[in-house]
């Protein structure tokens, strides 16, 4: 979406309109938006007769069930999930809200609109000035400027869950994984309702765990200590159902360790690993680097169209689950140093050297 200078300046803040519809405590427009105080996790409709909050504390929602998964409570006073719009004028403002506030129907004219409500532009017109004070064209603008502005704080929470690493806020992850439409591995919960299958194999560079779902290897990594690597899983996993497998994983184990000597055929594993868009893309990019060869975390924020995302490259090697089926360890510092490995780095040095890579 292109938003022209223009259009930005001739842009109201949505937010500085909603506000002036909380100070005034507007009761027609109870229903159409909601307000969500942060100070006090409480959120109200617009005409709530509780203290006036802070504007810095404020923030809006278009309906109860965005404010509910922000976070929020409803306010016992206001109790805005029992907020009816009795007028058809603000019902009819409601649902142009709604529809604007949907990012993937873009709408940028006032008959694309009035055709979605099935209303004349005129009828439109003057609903918006009567009730609002603004044309739906202005309207159309806020939203749009707010979609805009949702989307780029969306890419900086993605950053920022790369920055706070794994044990950050369940929230995060959530709206991240909303946006995106993966589900990030926190949110799976332990794998609730999965059945893991692993099997500990030894192997060159120690022992060697490989797990799987019925749809994919889910887990692949290495330790010293057979007791130690079962913790780890059981740990990732807290809430599936563990069993051990060595028969019925030996054709992955032995496919993975000819991997150690180059044989392609580790690459066609089928894998059941979740992750946000951005590791997957990660992911998928290691998994091109032929066998014998390294790339910089630069170059692989180069590949994957995001030069600037290299601390994000290396958290995403970082939090591989499958090592060797996903060649974390063919991604070292520009200057050639080996940077770091999720399984040790005397392991990556260890892989480097025998793949010969250069
Ligand atoms: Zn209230």
């Known amino acids: 979406m292109h938003l022209d200078l223009s259009t930005m300046k001739a842009t109201q803040e949505l937010s500085d309109w909603q506000w002036r519809a909380v100070a005034t405590k507007n009761r027609e427009l109870d229903g159409v938006f909601y307000f969500g105080v942060r100070t006090t996790g409480i959120f109200c409709r ?15 929602f278009i309906t109860a069930t965005d404010a509910e998964k922000a976070g929020f409570r409803a306010c016992l006073r206001c109790k805005p999930l029992e907020a009816h719009i009795t007028e058809p004028k603000s019902e009819l403002i409601a649902k142009a809200f709604r529809i604007l506030r949907n990012a993937n129907v873009e709408i940028a004219a006032v008959e694309d609109l009035a055709n979605e409500l099935k209303v004349s532009p005129g009828h439109l017109q003057k609903t918006f000035k009567n009730v609002l004070g603004i044309t739906p064209k202005e309207a159309i603008d806020m939203f749009r400027m707010e979609n805009f502005k949702e989307n780029v704080r969306d890419a900086d929470v993605t950053s920022s869950l790369y920055d706070s690493g794994f044990g950050s806020s369940r929230s995060l992850y959530e709206k991240a994984g909303e946006r995106l439409g993966m589900t990030p591995a926190v949110y799976k919960k332990g794998g609730k309702g999965i059945a893991i299958r692993y099997t500990i194999a030894d192997s060159p560079l120690g022992k060697l765990l490989v797990a799987s779902t019925d749809k994919g290897i889910c887990a692949v990594s290495f330790g010293d ?21 060595d028969r019925g994983l030996k054709k992955a184990v032995d496919s993975i360790l000819r991997g150690l000597n180059g044989e392609r055929s580790i690459l066609t594993l089928p894998l059941d690993i979740r992750g946000t868009a951005f590791q997957m893309r990660v992911w998928s990019e290691l998994r091109k680097i032929p066998y014998g060869e390294t790339r910089s975390y630069k170059q ?9 995302a290299i601390r994000a490259v290396a958290r995403a090697c970082a939090t591989n689950p499958v090592a060797l089926v996903t060649p974390c360890h063919r991604v070292v510092a520009s200057d050639g140093k080996l940077a770091g490995y999720r399984w040790g780095i005397e392991r990556k040095k260890e892989l480097l050297d025998k793949e ?3």
Do not use: M, Y
Request: glycine share 6%; net charge negative; charged share 40%.
């Open 46 to 60: 617009p005409s709530c007769s509780s203290r006036q909050p802070k504007r810095e504390n404020v923030s809006f």
């Open 225 to 245: 200590d057979e007791d130690e690597l079962k913790r780890e899983l059981e740990q990732e996993f807290f809430a599936a159902s563990i069993n051990e497998d």
């Open 356 to 358: 010969g890579g250069k």
């Open 300 to 308: 692989v924020a180069e590949n994957i169209g995001d030069p600037n």
